[in-house]
């Protein structure tokens, strides 16, 4: 068996792949913002620690 | 660069190569709603890598190999859990016989034979019918020509074997 002769049927692979919901610029700006805003809590958490350590001395 | 500036470049670059991500998503996952879960972590992956992106290397070599590490650790964290959901073989032998032509059972056919193909074999025929040469693919997957060249041979004769046994 040749593996190129896959490449037909990966064809309908590449349209199923094509025929996925297409993510406009707008969708990908708004999921970078998510996963910006999502890291907010973490640094919230740093900074509050920080803040507890120095006003506690300890 | 200014992050906005950075960003907006990023967007569309993800944009316009959207197909790449979908395609291994496609080719990882069966249902609608984990490969949305895994297009975005790709996404995210490949944003935290871009600033360091020098445009060495292809866009698509610098994508696909974001996007199969980004797989290939789901699939571990996955597989590491007890009752994980990751893509297994038995996975991709329970996808219903959507097709109603003949092509479509034979494309379901190539789904479960690859399906069957450890995760890294599975990448390297996709980045092989996707026609990089041998020297790209070996960049994606950080193994010598010769390494990817020995494991296609082995993947042919595997997937051979596989569609035999599918078809009888």
Redesign the interface.
């Known amino acids: 068996?040749?593996?190129d002769e896959?490449?037909p049927?990966?064809e309908?692979?590449?349209e199923?792949?094509?025929a996925?919901?297409?993510?406009?610029?707008a969708d990908?700006?708004e999921?970078?913002r998510r996963?910006n805003t999502h890291s907010y809590p973490w640094l919230l958490n740093f900074c509050m620690t920080l803040l507890l350590i120095s006003a506690t001395g300890c | 660069m200014k992050r906005e500036k950075l960003q907006k470049e990023f967007v569309q670059l993800i944009a316009a190569q959207q197909k790449l991500i979908h395609s291994v998503c496609c080719l990882y996952y069966s249902s609608a709603e984990d490969r949305n879960d895994l297009f975005q972590e790709i996404v995210f992956q490949l944003w935290k890598s871009y600033p360091a992106f020098r445009h060495q290397s292809k866009v698509s070599t610098w994508i696909y190999r974001i996007a199969l590490n980004t797989v290939f650790s789901k699939l571990r964290k996955e597989k590491a859990k007890p009752s994980g959901e990751s893509l297994s073989n038995e996975h991709w032998q329970q996808i219903p016989e959507s097709g109603s032509s003949a092509y479509e059972e034979d494309v379901e056919q190539l789904y479960q034979a690859i399906g069957r193909l450890s995760e890294t074999d599975k990448a390297i025929v996709m980045l092989y019918l996707e026609e990089h040469s041998y020297e790209e693919i070996a960049r994606v997957m950080n193994m010598s020509k010769t390494n990817i060249s020995t494991r296609l041979n082995r993947i042919k004769i595997r997937l051979e074997k596989l569609i035999k046994l599918q078809s009888v």
């Open positions: 068996m040749n593996l896959l490449k049927l990966w309908i692979h590449k199923r792949a094509d996925q919901p297409h993510w406009t610029e990908l700006t999921l970078l996963t």
